[in-house]
């Protein structure tokens, strides 16, 4: 018996000094590639009118993340993202914080490049923000990142970089003023070159390029627009162009992995934030409705890993993954420990392998308590999908390249009317959502709609100040938005 013990103790002390050296010396290098807005049917490898090489290249190389989820919205999947909690446990599940607001993403939730700072990780983000910026304490630099190149809002003026006249465009904290008249893709791009050419890839890097393209306003510069002469409408031409300008930057900075000899230890994540958003011309086609609907054109993003510590690559991996993974994941795949109190799940193993994953359900979003009215929710268990209440302006199919009139605001009688109304939908026979089965099969409706309340009885209320606070204003901060309000 002693002597079983005593060997036993030897083989686990070995096999534990085994697995760190193994896993010290696989700590890949992460790109973690954030597009926003960019639709299902946006990429090449869903639409052969779209010209992405290099996305559909890397798409085909890698592993397709073919189920995967994030929120509707824009702040709401990024605090996804980087804390691995749904955002109705963090008071960010109604629409996106605004910049007037001093709302950020809860200071007690430990964002990924914190995690992957404790495991010996350089960390640098570049683009979009939108996690609040009120406080210093709410932004990159103080949650992780050893620096930031980018922009704390939801979108601007890709030229001139400012939003509502105020710049919004900054080099760790100071603002950058030269910039203007550059094209914010090509600033993005020789940063992230920078970064890569400076960095000793003896140590792992984890760099988060969250891209301003394709969000609106729709602006590119000509030469990737008349990449499309085919495109009848102008608006969708210019989308396309500002979609190819996304591919080429992920090009040059794949070209820039290469030259560092940094590319085959890399591991390379690609998501949207949410689906596309079809009044600016993004495109979800077949899957039903856009960015804000809990409907899988909103929800069901174009998603693939590329590189380091893949097993099975040129396939396609159709277990559901969530935004609230990618925390856990990466951090295992980092050779780090999950955290067990999130919502999130690390798929790590399974990705790696393409196996079957373990999460089998997901809550789409739970926000019905700002405005009854609005009821937005929705949830996801197997192969069914209930959707309780109004999901939002853009209820329907839209194809590419035709124009479609929008109402610009959902209307209060028609969101009453879906108050407490719900649809029921079978995602493995009827991914594009077109046949209701909520009079059919009520026992469903009831049982899911119960699992729904009580995953949702811990929710937080929405943090959504409605007035907007005036020591936000950006002229007493030199006309740049700026943190040091709350
Ligand atoms: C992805 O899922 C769709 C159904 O939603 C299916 O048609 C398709 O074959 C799957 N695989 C790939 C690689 O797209
Ligand atoms: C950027 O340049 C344009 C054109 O020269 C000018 O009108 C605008 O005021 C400038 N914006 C900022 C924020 O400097
Ligand atoms: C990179 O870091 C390693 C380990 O700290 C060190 O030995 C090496 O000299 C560094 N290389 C360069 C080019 O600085
Ligand atoms: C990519 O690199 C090429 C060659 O240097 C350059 O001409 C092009 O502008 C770059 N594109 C982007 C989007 O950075």
Request: charged residues 20%; proline residues 8%.
């Amino acid at each position: 018996m002693v002597i079983k013990f005593v060997v036993l103790v030897l083989l686990g002390g070995l096999l534990a000094l085994l697995q760190r050296k193994q896993v010290e010396a696989k700590s890949p290098h992460i790109l973690f590639i954030v597009a926003d807005d960019l639709g299902w049917n946006d990429v090449g490898f869903h639409n052969p009118a779209m010209k992405t090489p290099n996305i559909d290249k890397l798409a085909r190389e890698g592993l397709i993340l073919n189920q995967t989820y994030l929120q509707p919205l824009c702040s709401p999947s990024r605090h996804a993202l980087m804390t691995g909690y749904y955002p109705y446990h963090a008071g960010l599940q109604h629409l996106v914080i605004l910049p007037w607001q001093p709302v950020c993403s809860p200071l007690k939730m430990k964002f990924l490049p914190q995690r992957l700072k404790d495991i010996g990780y350089a960390t640098h983000m570049v683009g979009k923000w939108h996690l609040g910026f009120c406080s210093w304490n709410c932004t990159p630099t103080y949650r992780g990142f050893d620096s930031f190149f980018g922009y704390y809002n939801a979108q601007g003026d890709h030229y001139s970089h400012t939003w509502y006249n105020y710049l919004d465009y900054r080099d760790n904290e100071k603002p950058v003023k030269n910039l203007n008249g550059t094209y914010s893709t090509f600033t993005f791009v020789s940063r992230a070159q920078d970064i890569i050419k400076k960095h000793n890839s003896s140590q792992p890097l984890f760099l988060y390029m969250a891209f301003q393209n394709v969000h609106d306003p729709i602006q590119v510069p000509k030469q990737y627009e008349d990449m499309y002469p085919n495109i009848k409408t102008q608006g969708r031409r210019q989308f396309s162009g500002m979609v190819s300008a996304l591919d080429e930057a992920i090009g040059n900075i794949t070209d820039q992995l290469r030259e560092s000899g940094m590319y085959d230890d890399t591991l390379i994540v690609f998501t949207s934030d949410n689906g596309g958003w079809p009044k600016y011309y993004g495109n979800n086609y077949p899957l039903r409705g856009g960015k804000f609907t809990v409907y899988e054109g909103g929800t069901r993003v174009v998603s693939f890993v590329h590189g380091a510590g893949l097993q099975k690559t040129g396939e396609s991996y159709e277990s559901i993954m969530h935004a609230v993974d990618w925390s856990d994941t990466l951090v295992e795949a980092a050779g780090g420990k999950p955290d067990l109190m999130g919502d999130g799940v690390s798929q790590w193993s399974s990705i790696a392998n393409n196996f079957p994953g373990p999460r089998t359900e997901l809550v789409y979003n739970f926000d019905s308590d700002l405005a009854p009215e609005e009821g937005h929710a929705a949830i996801r268990v197997g192969d069914y999908k209930l959707i309780d209440g109004y999901p939002s302006l853009y209820p329907d199919w839209y194809k590419p390249d035709q124009l479609y009139t929008f109402k610009p605001e959902p209307s209060i009688p028609e969101m009453q009317a879906h108050a407490g109304r719900y649809q029921l939908f079978n995602l493995k026979d009827d991914p594009t959502e077109h046949n209701d089965l909520s009079k059919s099969r009520p026992d469903i409706v009831t049982e899911m709609s119960e699992r729904l309340r009580l995953l949702t009885q811990n929710a937080v209320p929405p943090n959504y100040p409605l007035v907007p606070d005036p020591k936000s204003n950006p002229s007493k901060f030199d006309d740049v938005w700026s943190p040091g309000w709350c």
